[in-house]
């Protein structure tokens, strides 16, 4: 019996050995989680057993239970490499299209424009969709795979120029009738860049001239036409009166083949006082097509879209999982797991809600293994085997005593 119960002990020594080793192996594995192999005795009872008296049968390893403690982040350079600080998973959609979750978030886009990690495996998002009012929000109902836009940022035509400027009240009113090319028929005049619906830029003159005290007109040239004069009445302390509303000028008609073009212009930061002409602001909501220039993850999840024409877009927002039980979760190599019956089904959310952690963008989350503790947990399980060994050799020593007696 001494030969049985020793060989258990080898073989629970030899497990953990085993669990130290692989825990020892992955110290450098981004997103790994320790183990730790758990122990347990035997007893083997029968109904007329002596309980007092039993001396027991050895140990076996209950379970090899993983920890899943949080690891270290570190930063990286790349905007890809995801960290989680907090509770939950990334999930991930296989190649054979089954559901697996990791910590790891080492990820990469494919020639295709799919964000994956090295298994080829998918990373999961909620998609963007736009809400009411041009917002942005996620369907979160659905998981769909992270796709990096392969194709140009469509351009959008101007449509809006909001103004803020000050005509200079002192100014003396022009001689001569408006002509855009003469100066001396116009006070001032400034510029900006209009869109027009093939993305082409135009560039926008603004001319003002003096028509009476506190009334201006404001000429706009685009692309080769001239508008009809808008007249900005003003008060005796130089705040506008008219318009009390946005103006449509147009129709600006480009020989690009574009659609006319038709501005709404918003006067109401214009003002006249006894200074010098100065434009403050003047913007105007057009853009041209753009090329993808760059991705954005926030602490939230949420995917940005950079592209070349200074405008920024909403992909989605990266999916997350939590299990009531992680330990449960079934390993199945290259740093992740699936959903098994202990573990029970995968609660789905997004970072920063609930009990999820927050995503940390240009990072990656290091493997929770301590070197010094496991070196400690080896010397540990060396001498339990050596000791599993003695009691072999001693059995060994007791029968071989017993055959000899004559």
């Known amino acids: 019996m001494p030969f049985r119960i020793a060989l258990s002990g080898l073989n629970a020594a030899s497990t953990d050995l085993e669990v130290t080793g692989n825990n020892i192996a992955n110290s450098a594995t981004n997103g790994f989680k320790e183990s730790r192999a758990e122990f347990v ?4 009872n029968a109904i007329q057993d002596t309980t007092t008296n039993a001396s027991g049968q050895g140990a076996r390893v209950g379970r090899v ?19 989680i600080s907090g509770q939950g998973f990334f999930v991930l959609k296989a190649p054979d299209g089954t559901q697996a979750f990791t910590r790891a978030g080492a990820y990469s886009v494919d020639r295709d424009g799919y964000v994956t990690n090295a298994g080829n495996d998918r990373l999961q998002i909620y998609g963007a969709v736009s809400g009411v009012g041009g917002a942005t929000t996620f369907n979160t109902g659905a998981l769909q795979d992270f796709q990096l836009p392969t194709v140009p940022n469509a351009p959008t035509a101007t449509t809006a120029v909001t103004q803020a400027v000050n005509l200079d009240s002192s100014q003396a009113i022009p001689a001569v009738p408006f002509s855009e090319t003469d100066p001396a028929s116009y006070n001032s005049s400034t510029s900006t860049t209009v869109y027009d619906s093939l993305g082409i830029a135009h560039t926008a003159t603004l001319y003002f001239r003096k028509v009476a005290n506190n009334s201006w007109e404001q000429y706009t040239s685009v692309a080769g036409t001239t508008s009809a004069p808008q007249t900005l009445d003003f008060d005796a302390n130089g705040a506008l009166t008219n318009p009390a509303a946005p103006v449509t000028v147009g129709p600006f008609p480009p020989a690009t083949g574009a659609a006319d073009m038709n501005i709404d212009f918003d006067f109401s930061d214009v003002t006249q006082y ?3 002409f100065a434009v403050n602001n003047l913007t105007q909501n057009g853009f041209t097509s753009g090329r993808l220039a760059g991705l954005d993850i926030d602490a939230e999840g949420v995917a940005f879209a950079r592209y070349t024409n200074g405008q920024s877009s909403a992909l989605g927002k990266v999916a997350m999982a939590k299990f009531n039980n992680e330990q449960g979760l079934r390993q199945v190599g290259d740093s992740n797991w699936v959903e098994s019956f202990d573990s029970g089904t995968p609660q789905l959310g997004e970072a920063a809600t609930s009990s999820f952690g927050q995503i940390q963008s240009g990072a990656l989350e290091a493997s929770n293994v301590d070197i010094a503790a496991q070196l400690v947990n080896l010397i540990t399980a060396q001498r339990s085997f050596q000791a599993n060994a003695e009691v072999i050799s001693t059995a060994d020593s007791v029968t071989q005593t017993i055959i000899n007696i004559r």
């Open 65 to 83: 239970a993983q920890q899943f403690s949080q690891g270290t982040i570190d930063f990286t350079s790349n905007n890809l490499d995801l960290a």
């Open 274 to 276: 006894g200074s010098a």
């Open 41 to 44: 005795d035997l007893y083997a």
